[in-house]
C-alpha cells in the first residue's frame, strides 16, 4: 500500500474512520469485559477537549511546557497521597508496562550501585522474586533489561505464597514483588508480609498497584475493607498505579511512585557530551505525549475524590452482585476473594471455554484465563447497566452447557499477545507469529 498521491478529503476520512469502528466490539453497551474502563459521556468530552488543547505539546521539554510541568508534578502529588506518603515522589509513564520496567531499571541500578549501604552490590545477575499470578510485564521488564524473574507458587487463597517467596532469595535478590490486586484473580498480595521480608533482607519491595492504584484509596474512603497495599506499610519501596485503567485517564497514562528520592535517581538517563546537547530523560519513552499529561491532571481535577467514590460504589455494586448471581448459579464458583472489581469464575462440573462460547453468541465478550481454565470480568461503571441481562443470560448459557465436561486441554487463552517469555514453548512461536502478523496490511480488507 501506498500513501495516497493526493490526500482525502476530511469527510472521506470520517466516514472510513465510522465504517471501521462498527467492525469492533461494543465496549459502549457493556458487552466487553475487559480493555476499556469508560467513565460516562462527560469525562470522555473533558478527555477529547484537553487532547485538542495540548496535541502538539511534548513532555520531553518542561522548561518549554511550564504547564505540562505544572500538570504532571501535581498529578505524582496527587497520586502519592492516594497512595498514603504525601511525599513520595515518581513519573508519568505510557502504561503498567513502563512504569514496571521503570521500577525494575531503578533496583537493577541500585543493586549494583557500590556507594548504597542498605546492602551490598550483587555480584551475580539481579533477581526478582513474584508470585505466579504477577503480570508478565515484569517477564517483559526482566527480559529487556537483563534480570531473573524467579515465580513463587500462589497459596490455596490464590494470593502470594509468601513462605515460598522466601525459599527462593538468593544472595542475586534485588527486589519482591506483591500484586494489589494481581489481574487474573482480582485478590490482593499480603503485602505487608511481603514488604516485612523484604525489609528483614535488605531487599526492595514493589507494589503492583496498576489495577488497585487509583481504586482501594476511594474504597477506604468509603469505609469498605481494603487490605494494606500502599506506602502506609514499611518496606513498600516503588508502585505501580495505572491511570488509564481506574483512574479513567486516556490510553498511554500511569504512574511509577518511589518512596524515597534517592532510588527514583537510577530510573533516569542522561548524557552530557551529546553534539545535540545535553540530553537527560526520565522515562523510556524519548518525546513524551504532553496531552496524555494534561488530560490526566484535569480529568483528575474533574471528577475529585467524589467523583471516584461514585464510580467505585457503582462498580463495587456491580461487581457484588455478580459475584452472588455466579455462585447461585449450580457448578459455577467464583475464584478466591476478589479484593475489587476484578474476578475470575469456573466450574469444576463443565467446560467453562464452552460457556465463554455460548455467551459470545449472545454478544458478550469474556475473557479466558488458563492454567487452570477459567473466565475472567474486569467490572467498570459502565457495565452497571448490563447486569441483569448478563447474569441471565449467563444462567441460560450454563444450562446450555452443562453437559460439556471440564477439561484441562483446549485452545489456549489470549491475554493482549504475549504468554511468557520462554522461548523453549512451541506456543511462544506462535504468539510471536501472531504478534509479527499484526501490522501486515491484509489484501482485501
Ligand atoms: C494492566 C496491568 C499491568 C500492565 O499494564 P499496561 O498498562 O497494560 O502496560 C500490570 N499489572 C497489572 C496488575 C495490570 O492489570
Known sequence: MNLPSTGLSRGEISSVLRDEATKDVDWKGGKLWTLVYYAGDDVADLLGETFKEYLY???LGPTAFKSLKRFESEVIAMTASLLSEPSAIGNMTTGGTESILMAMKSARDWSRDS??????????????????TAHPAFDKAAHYLDVKLVRAPIGPHLRA???????????????????????????????????????????????????????LPFMRMLGEPVPEFDFAVPGV????????????????????MYRDGDLRRHQFFSRADWAGGLYGSPTMTG???????????????YLGEDGYKERVRSTLDSTRAIIDGINAIDGMTVRGEPAM??????????????????MRKRGWDIERLQRPKNLHLVVTPNHAKVVDQFLADLRACADEVRDRPATESGEPALYGAIDSVDD??????LILGFIDSLTRVEEGV
Open 57 to 59: 505539546t511534548n513532555g
Open 115 to 132: 556507594s548504597q549501604t542498605s546492602r551490598r552490590a550483587a555480584e551475580g545477575r539481579p533477581e526478582v522474586v513474584a508470585p505466579e
Open 161 to 215: 505464597d509468601v513462605d515460598a517467596m522466601r525459599e527462593l532469595i538468593t544472595p542475586n535478590t534485588m527486589m519482591l514483588v506483591g500484586s494489589a490486586p494481581n489481574y487474573p484473580y482480582g485478590t490482593v498480595d499480603d503485602i505487608p508480609a511481603i514488604a516485612s521480608l523484604a525489609q528483614e533482607r535488605g531487599l526492595l519491595c514493589h507494589v503492583d498497584a496498576c489495577l488497585g492504584g487509583f481504586f
Open 237 to 256: 519501596t516503588t508502585i505501580s498505579a495505572d491511570l488509564h485503567k481506574y483512574g479513567y485517564s486516556v490510553r498511554g497514562t500511569s504512574t511509577v
Open 287 to 301: 518525546s513524551r505525549p504532553g496531552a496524555a499529561i494534561a488530560e490526566s491532571w484535569a480529568l483528575m481535577q
Open 341 to 358: 472489581g476484578v474476578l475470575a469464575f469456573g466450574s469444576d462440573a463443565f467446560d467453562c471455554y464452552a460457556l465463554s462460547s455460548a
Open 424 to 429: 523453549d514453548q512451541p506456543v511462544n512461536e
